[in-house]
């Protein structure tokens, strides 16, 4: 046997047999097997600038037919092999090794949910149709390939629908039915569950079976394994930039992915059994878990439907409430209108703790009791720096005047506030794990980095509720349990949240209640 003989086309010689997963010693005669799409051999790829490699010698190859997800904890490089694989990082910096792709196209969905839309279309249709006649595609097959993405993933009741006023998830499902029109060869995607709801990873999960049954080939990467992640033939970890080096079998069967294994590497198990006590009521409560806010009679139409009617709920000192429902039931409609960020129909009321109406007052006069995440944190941000955004969190004059009952102050004054300020900036980018990133842009965070500024934002205005949307987007497991963590101590000092999320673990470990929205009302579950 010849150390020389290549076994496939792509494959470079190495010492004793091959690394290419064919079930058997595939120096004799091959098996006829499913072509491989992409072969990544030895690759490395350092970014621009860099100190550190962000990838380093992967051996990864996706046949036809086949699904495989790449986790790994955040800053272990998923993001960047997404990129690699689809061919999207070559000005970014250098590449080592080879990138072998047999196909013709290879279609990506990015890990910001806010970046999938292209802003050049008005509706759900146009958008999905878009992809294709941007190649030249004839208009009505553009339509029509469109419709049949659209009605694969359960949304083509939304395809006249104007793209401004979508929800979370069905942005994200109509940005993969754009990808899908493309009819690639391999699908890559980075963290494409973040934002949908149990039925719409259920759909999805599906349509990439039978687009595998066409003979394409899925990459999943991310932070979390899930029902979409559970649906891939295979589930290898990504630590440092290196493909987990351990024997075939630990490229696990996704259904196999044990808890230790996903543990070891950092990655967040939303399936996994809830940790009973990682809750636990704070050991004493000084204020008896007063009332912070009690809604009545909140209702919402948008675009002529009514999304919330006469919706009611309580929140209470030191209680975590986590809202649940399927995509676009709500459940960021009705933090926002909480915000003061949509107009309620006018018996809405929103009493804070001294029975004041909130439902009458503008946002920024909400903020000091009701600060609020929103979903998308990009909405939120408007500074240079992290540093910079913390600090134009609270305004100077906002903070003097809480302090010194409005009256104008003296210059001493001024820079005793200003020197605060800055502690409490500084104390909250510890808090939220924001010091590394002081001077950064918000906008070269990962996304749940951004939204962390968001948050550390709202906390500085010491607000009695906060209304947190979907934070636990692109988390791996140590994030998720500083979240948990952060939370937890907001509570703990008297606090209320209130949560939207489509974590059932995460909504059964943090909340002391869950409430289901549905046909625009509320149920306790
Ligand atoms: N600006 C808007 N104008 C009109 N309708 C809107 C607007 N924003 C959202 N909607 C619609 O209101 C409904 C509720 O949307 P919302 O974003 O509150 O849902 P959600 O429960 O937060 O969904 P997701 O889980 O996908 O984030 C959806 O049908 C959505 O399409």
């Not at 499913?34 to 992967?58: I, M, S």
Request: include cysteine; proline fraction near 5%.
């Amino acid at each position: 046997m010849s150390p020389l003989r290549r076994c496939c086309w792509w494959q470079a010689p190495s010492q004793g047999c091959c690394r290419c997963p064919r079930p058997r010693n595939c120096w004799g005669s091959p098996v006829p097997e499913h072509p491989a799409l992409l072969h990544l051999e030895d690759y490395g790829f350092v970014y621009r600038g860099a100190q550190v490699t962000a990838l380093n010698g992967v051996h990864l190859t996706l046949r036809s037919g086949e699904a495989v997800a790449v986790l790994g904890a955040q800053g272990a490089g998923t993001s960047t092999l997404a990129r690699a694989v689809a061919g999207l990082l070559d000005e970014h910096g250098h590449s080592a090794g080879i990138r072998l792709f047999s196909g013709s196209r290879i279609g990506m969905l990015g890990e910001d949910p806010e970046a999938q839309l292209t802003g050049l279309t008005r509706t759900v249709w146009d958008e999905a149709a878009l992809p294709g006649r941007l190649l030249g595609r004839p208009l009505q097959a553009c339509l029509n390939d469109a419709q049949d993405s659209l009605a694969a993933l359960g949304i083509w009741d939304l395809a006249d629908r104007q793209l401004s006023t979508l929800s979370g998830g069905e942005r994200q499902l109509t940005a993969l039915a754009g990808l899908l029109t493309l009819r690639p060869e391999v699908l890559v995607l980075d963290q494409p569950s973040q934002a949908l709801d149990h039925g719409a990873r259920d759909r999805l999960a599906r349509c990439l079976e039978q687009f595998r049954a066409n003979g394409g080939a899925v990459l999943i990467t991310g932070h979390q394994h899930d029902e979409l992640t559970a649906t891939c033939g295979r589930v290898v970890f990504l630590d440092h930039g290196r493909l987990a080096e351990v024997p075939p079998s630990s490229t696990v069967h996704a259904a196999a992915a044990d808890r230790t294994e996903l543990d070891r590497h950092g990655v967040w198990h939303t399936q996994n059994q809830p940790v009973a006590d990682a809750h636990a009521p704070p050991p004493s409560r000084s204020d008896g878990g007063r009332a912070l806010l009690t809604v009545t009679g909140l209702s919402v139409r948008r675009s002529g439907t009514q999304v919330l009617d006469g919706v009611g709920l309580e929140l209470r000192a030191g209680e975590t409430t986590v809202l649940r429902g399927a995509n676009g039931s709500g459940k960021s409609t009705l933090l926002s209108a909480l915000a003061g960020g949509v107009v309620t129909e006018p018996q809405t009321r929103i009493a804070d703790s001294a029975g004041r109406d909130l439902a009458v007052l503008p946002a920024h006069l909400r903020a000091g009791c009701l600060a609020w995440v929103g979903q998308d944190p990009g909405e939120q941000l408007s500074a240079s720096t992290v540093r910079g955004e913390l600090h134009s969190a609270v305004p100077l004059h906002t903070a003097v005047q809480r302090h010194r009952g409005g009256r104008r102050l003296r210059r001493e004054e001024r820079q005793r506030a200003t020197a605060e300020r800055a502690e409490q900036v500084q104390q909250v980018m510890t808090t939220a794990a924001l010091s590394h990133h002081a001077d950064d842009h918000p906008y070269d965070l990962l996304p749940a980095r951004r939204k962390d500024c968001v948050i550390a934002s709202a906390l500085l205005l010491n607000p009695s509720v906060l209304l947190l949307d979907e934070p636990t987007l692109g988390r791996d497991a140590k994030d998720m349990a500083r979240l948990s963590a952060l939370l937890k101590d907001f509570t703990d000092a008297g606090g209320a949240v209130l949560v939207a999320t489509h974590d059932e673990r995460w909504a059964a470990e943090i909340g002391d209640h869950q409430l289901h929205l549905r046909d625009g009302r509320l149920a306790e579950l």
